[in-house]
């Protein structure tokens, strides 16, 4: 029988291939129709790099350890056993072919591999059926594919055995066989189940299992490019293909002032790299367990995001292929892009990033989100009312709050803060930003901070009026070509005073990241560091020293800020500079760190009003009341405003919301009088 294998199983590669490829036409054709992406070959190393951890080693699997080890496992398995499969297929034209030098030694890395793969196979049986954690949706698909790879693992299991009972009942003609069977214990002791048998009944045994081996890897491979499975193909490249750009910079659009159409109002606007991300979901919900929207009971799920995105696309494939083009403004019997994802979604989104820090194959969706904003804002001037309040003070006084530019540095009062005019040797330019300077709770940590750059002699200035909003506010919320206009003025000014040959630090993480990592897209390099890096650095020189606790705060809990956390990866220094304090006790959340969740504000959502669900703020300050602390310790001006209005409308009076810069300049024992100045000042 096995002479004549060859036979049939090129009929099966025939048909399998065939149906295989042409499923993947359209696939493959949707790509090559699709927008280009820029440096998509940029950083090659770092591209290789991802693919190794984070594809092969699974790297963001493990922040569930039992469930990643599980995925994991399966995963190594089926690369492993790549080779007993295309060994399988190889011996239908060769009968006696072995794999050269490693063929004894893989027998038993193969016995290995099978046994702890249907191992983690039941165990996803389990959580599947039984736990089903919340994030996972139940699905039949899901389950019939793990029952194919279970049985990738017993047709193979049952091959052997019936090919090591047939060998033994003819040793000598075998001798290749018999001493496979000593590196394959499994299969060697399965065998025994069936000694006894007749030849031929073991020689049919032996077909059998191997041509269902063959019948599922071929059913299992046209599977995959029509369901969430297709992520086994397309998630190395995907992985490959992922950002290597600064994670806090969004992708300008280029030469904006000839372009015809803006962002993404149809799923054909997309690039083919978006096309791949939805290609790769693999819907574990990974993506929904930190998401602040998800949590909080909002329409915005980021899987059901893609999802839903992807399915739309699938339906409209077959028009979109058969065109040859991209078509702008289609749909699908009336379904457009937003119909499809949800208008309530593409708002919700605060764009913390905690569903791409978290997606184990780096989908990407805060882009595509700001994508879709950008053609509403853009091309609909369809946007929460409220916001459009925002976009004019932008637009006409420079800041959200719509207060006079000439009020930009009454923070500074009674202060003596140089400007660069005064002062033009500075060390470092104290980026203000609009928090700083118009809302009065964030004076007060400018005043702080002002106070601790003295006290440890660093010489500053500031650029006064002639600061304007980065424009954070407007990208984040769809506006691009607002934020570009005001971007490039300030640049303008920046680099007019040649900024570029300081240093600049501010106590906004938005500001933050938008000079370090989306100004060098519009020609404007500067060196910025966030207050709590500079006052950790100071701390650990010895130029400033924390003396005494702050007044009563004693058991501090911190909030990681996401546009310095996830986006530029500073976690330790605010907590350094916290610790450094006597008399602190930090106490952690249980959603901190790379899992901490978002306060609410960024997206341009600190504009805008919270219509569904639970508020965000109040969802926040309840996790961190969970530490049973005294005070939530902050650095960013829009999580101080958003956590100490969450504790307010909670009534929660033994709490106080503090900046880490007010923290640190309370224990350095700045005196009442003074401290009550400054509060004067302020507020006035």
């Keep these: 029988m096995q002479e004549v294998r060859w036979i049939p199983m090129i009929a099966a590669l025939a048909v399998a291939l065939g149906y295989f490829g042409w499923t993947m036409f359209g696939k493959v054709r949707l790509l090559t129709i699709a927008n280009h992406r820029p440096d998509l070959f940029r950083n090659i190393p770092k591209r290789l790099s991802n693919v190794i951890l984070v594809a092969i080693g699974q790297k963001k699997m493990f922040k569930e350890p039992v469930a990643g080890f599980m995925h994991a496992f399966i995963f190594w398995g089926f690369l492993v056993l790549q080779l007993r499969t295309a060994f399988l297929v190889v011996l239908a034209f060769d009968p006696h072919f072995e794999l050269p030098f490693i063929h004894n030694p893989y027998s038993l890395i193969k016995d290995i591999t099978e046994a702890v793969v249907l191992a983690a196979i039941a165990y996803a049986f389990w959580r599947r059926v039984v736990t089903r954690p919340a994030r996972l949706t139940f699905s039949a698909e899901g389950l019939a594919v793990l029952g194919l790879i279970g049985g990738l693992m017993v047709s193979d299991f049952l091959y052997d055995a019936f090919l090591f009972s047939h060998a033994k009942t003819a040793p000598a003609a075998n001798a290749h066989v018999i001493a496979e069977m000593g590196w394959a214990p499994i299969g060697a002791g399965l065998s025994n189940l069936f000694d006894g048998w007749s030849t031929g009944a073991l020689a049919a045994g032996r077909e059998i299992f191997y041509w269902a081996h063959i019948f599922i890897v071929l059913t299992f491979l046209n599977i995959l490019p029509g369901s969430k499975h297709f992520h086994v193909i397309t998630s190395i490249p995907n992985t490959f293909f992922g950002e290597v750009k600064e994670r806090g910079a969004l992708l300008p659009i280029p030469d904006i002032e000839n372009q015809e159409s803006f962002g993404v109002g149809d799923v054909t606007q997309f690039t083919w790299r978006q096309y791949l991300d939805f290609y790769s979901c693999t819907e574990c919900g990974r993506c929904q367990v930190n998401c602040p929207t998800t949590i909080t009971g909002k329409p915005l799920n980021p899987k059901m995001l893609i999802v839903n995105a992807r399915n739309h696309l699938y339906r409209r494939e077959g028009d979109i292929v058969a065109e040859g083009k991209q078509t702008e403004g289609g749909d699908y019997h009336g379904e457009t892009l937003v119909d499809a994802v949800g208008y309530e979604a593409i708002w919700d989104c605060t764009t913390c990033r905690a569903c791409s820090e978290a997606c184990p194959v780096m989908i990407e969706h805060v882009d595509k989100i700001v994508d879709m904003r950008r053609h509403l804002v853009l091309m609909e001037s369809n946007f929460p009312k409220e916001f459009g309040g925002t976009l ?3 637009e006409n006084k420079g800041n959200p709050w719509g207060l006079p530019m000439g009020d930009r540095v009454k923070w500074a009062e009674g202060l003596d803060v140089p400007t660069v005019d005064e002062n033009p040797d500075a060390e470092y330019i104290f980026w203000v930003g609009c928090a700083g300077a118009y809302d009065d709770r964030q004076k007060k940590v400018s005043r ?34 607002l934020f570009q206009t005001m971007a490039q003025a300030n640049i303008e000014v920046m680099n007019g005073r040649e900024l570029s040959k300081k240093k600049l630090v501010t106590h906004c993480p938005h500001c933050f990241n938008t000079i370090k990592n989306e100004y060098p897209q519009f020609g404007g390099h500067f060196e910025i560091v966030h207050h709590s890096q500079l006052i950790d650095r100071l701390v650990a020189e010895g130029k400033i020293k924390p003396r005494q606790a702050p007044g009563t705060s004693k ?19 605010p907590r350094r500079a916290i610790t450094a304090i006597p008399g602190i006790e930090l106490k952690e959340m249980a959603r901190t760190r790379q899992t901490g969740m978002c306060c609410g504000a960024g997206g341009a959502r600190v504009w805008m009003e919270e219509h569904r669900g639970k508020r965000i703020n109040q969802t926040r300050v309840q996790q961190a009341m969970e530490t049973q602390a005294d005070t939530i310790a902050v650095a960013c001006p829009f999580c101080n405003m958003m956590l100490k209005d969450g504790v307010n409308e909670l009534q929660i009076e033994s709490v106080k919301t503090k900046d880490i810069a007010e923290l640190v300049l309370e224990s350095m024992g700045v005196g009442e009088e003074t401290a009550s100045e400054d509060t004067q000042a302020a507020e006035a």
């Design 392 to 394: 004019r003070n932008l």
């Design 448 to 481: 702080a901070l002002v106070r601790i750059l003295r006290e440890a002699g660093i010489s500053f200035a500031i650029l006064g009026e002639e600061e304007g909003c980065t424009g954070d506010p407007a990208r984040r919320g769809g506006n691009e070509y």
């Design 555 to 573: 058991r501090i809990t911190y909030h990681d800020s996401c546009y310095i956390s996830r986006y530029n990866d500073v976690y330790d220094e």
